[in-house]
Every structure is written in C-alpha cells, then in structure tokens.
C-alpha cells in the first residue's frame, strides 16, 4: 500500500511541475532566503535537548523545534515522518518572516493522527493570533497543518495536503477565520476531505498555482476543489481542479470553484484568472458562483470537459458587478453546451 501511495504522489508531483512550467512559462525552482536570525535543525535521528542550532546533532521532534524558535528564526525540518502537529510557531517580523521548511522539498511528512493528546485540538497544528510566518515543503497528511485563525502575513508554500477525514466537515489547506493576507503557492492537494483550498471568513486570500484533485468524501455537506467562503478580496491565480466527478462524493460536488456566501452583508469580491478546470464532473457548474455579489474580474480561464462552465447568479447582498470577463475558453460541456443560456437578470450560464 506504502508502494501505491508513493507512486501516486510522485505521479501527482511530477503532474504539478509540468503544470507550474506552463504557468509560470519558464519553472524555476522558488528559493527561500533564510531569515536573518538563527536557523534551527530537526531530524528524526536526532535527540530533543539543547537550542538545536547545531546542524550536526540536530533536535528530534518539530514540536521542540518549535520551543526553541525566537520571532525571525528559521527551523530545517529532515526528511522522514513525524507523527506531531505543527503549531505555536512565534510570530516573524515585515522583514524577518519566522520560517519552517523542509530540508527537501516534499522529504519530510507530517501527520499527527497518533500524537498523545488528550484532545482533537491538541493533535492540530494552528496559528492563532500569529503573524509573518513561511511554511515551506512539506507533505501534511491527514493532520498537522498549521492553519492560520485570527492571523495575518502567512505563507504556505510548495506542500502537499493529502488524505484528510472523508465524513466530517473538512478542509485540506484553509485560511481563517479572521485572517488578513494569507498566501497559498504552489501547494497540491488531494484525497480526502470536503475542500481541497478553501478561504473562510477572512480577507486578501491569494491562491496561486496551486493544484487540487477531489477522490473520495462521504460526508454529509457539499464539497468543492477551491472555496471562497464569506471571504473578500481573493484572488485565484493559475490554479488547476482536475480529475474529478459526481462519484468522488456522497453529497453534492458543487463546482472546482465554489462561492459559499451565508453572511448577508458581506462582499466577497473575487478574482479569477488564469485558471484551469479540467475534466471535472460537478453537480453544477465548473465555476460554481450562484450566490455572487460585489465584484468579479474573471480573464483567461478555462473550463474543459465538464457539466456547466461559469454558473453565476445574483444572491443576497450588495449588487454583484462584472469589472471584467474576457478570454474565456469552455468546451466538452455534458449538461449545457457553451453559452447555452445567458441572462445576466437572473444568472449567467456559460
């Protein structure tokens, strides 16, 4: 099973590279200037004492890691497994983010489904109140990412989110509540869970060049590859949903792009651009957004081999307006051929 598992991630990888390659035109390998205070070092062959400044006689466990950190550090996390959240990392600095990454790329995998803990809380990785922090590398499985909640400047890039809980209201990577500026680069997600990329109740969510592939939820809410929920001012930026339909969910699978809006007098003004959603059978459109309001600048995306391909409709809040839609590609449409329907009074259907 270890054996499947390994080749479909590296399959997926090599999938995400191909597909930053086109985006970015030319791939370049982004590097991480290390911050300048003083870079720590976990391993898993190493022994939890001391300030684990000694790359030789690395610390063991990122949660000590974590301890030793001053605002501005940066923690080298070695390659292997380690079964424990990521959380408490102290806040950076605008010139000085703290920053945990991997020492290889995808070479160090967290889950804290087993960590000794009293509680569900205690197995999470969290940023509470948390500012100017990079997270870089990492392949999360199931639990262990640190979310951001109440917290602002974040940046999560090139890691994997796989394997979440397939029943239970469930996000893969997600910024809030109550965040401010969160960035998401370069990141894969995939597996279980309800969303793959979801923003909820915060602000100045970027996505960009991230990929998300939705397998298997059986729990009892809709589900999505990325959701904008109760937020304002995100931006979608060259990301690709790919390689999903109707079956990879009990309940509704509501779009690649989802625009989950439940507060009444909230905006969640919204850009889409550059994005990709390929052979992904919904039960309603590519681009899911029948409860839009504020603004929506859509440019240069395309919707492929799927039921529906942009489906806006106005809902409750202030008046939805389009600043811009231009270059859109849609095709190999299953319920609705391209510009089937369109009346902007009560929906657009594309």
Not at 2 to 20: A, E, P, Q, Y
Not at 242 to 262: I, R, T
């Amino acid at each position: 099973m270890n054996s499947i598992l390994g080749r479909v991630t590296s399959l997926f990888v090599i999938m995400f590279v191909v597909f930053t390659s086109v985006s970015a035109g030319v791939f370049l390998t982004p590097k991480v200037a290390l911050a300048a205070g003083t870079t720590r070092y976990v391993s898993v062959n190493g022994a939890d004492s001391g300030n684990c400044t000694n790359q030789s006689s690395p610390c063991k466990t990122i949660v000590y890691g974590i301890s030793q950190l001053q605002g501005g550090d940066t923690l080298i996390v070695g390659d292997g497994f380690y079964a424990e959240p990521m959380r408490n990392i102290p806040s950076g600095s605008p010139g000085n983010y703290t920053t945990i990454m991997a020492q290889h790329d995808f070479g160090a995998t967290v889950n804290s489904a087993t960590y000794p803990s009293a509680d569900i809380w205690g197995k999470m990785g969290m940023m509470y109140n948390a500012s100017y922090i990079t997270v870089r590398g990492f392949k999360f499985y199931g639990t262990g990412a640190p979310y951001p909640s109440g917290s602002n400047h974040i940046k999560f890039i090139k890691n994997v989110f796989a394997y979440g809980d397939v029943t239970d209201n469930t996000t893969l990577a997600v910024s809030g509540p109550a965040s401010d500026y969160v960035l998401f680069e370069d990141n894969i997600a995939y597996g279980g869970a309800r969303y793959m990329f979801e923003t909820y109740q915060s602000s100045h969510t970027v996505f960009r060049r991230n990929v998300a592939r939705n397998d298997y939820y059986i729990g009892g809410w809709q589900s999505a590859s990325f959701t904008s929920y109760d937020s304002d001012n995100t931006a979608w930026e060259n990301n690709i949903a790919l390689d999903s339909d109707k079956n990879c969910c009990k309940s509704f699978f509501y779009g690649g792009h989802w625009n989950e809006k439940n507060i009444t007098d909230s905006l969640t003004n919204q850009k889409f651009l550059g994005n990709i959603i390929l052979n992904v059978h919904t039960d309603f459109g590519a681009n899911n957004d029948t409860k839009v309001s504020a603004s929506r600048v859509m440019s240069d995306n395309i919707y492929w081999d799927t039921n529906i391909g942009y489906m806006g409709q106005q809902g409750p809040g202030p008046a939805a307006s389009y600043d811009l839609m231009t270059n859109f590609t849609a095709g190999g449409m299953r319920d609705y051929a391209p510009g089937a329907y369109a009346n902007p009074s009560t929906g657009i259907y594309i």
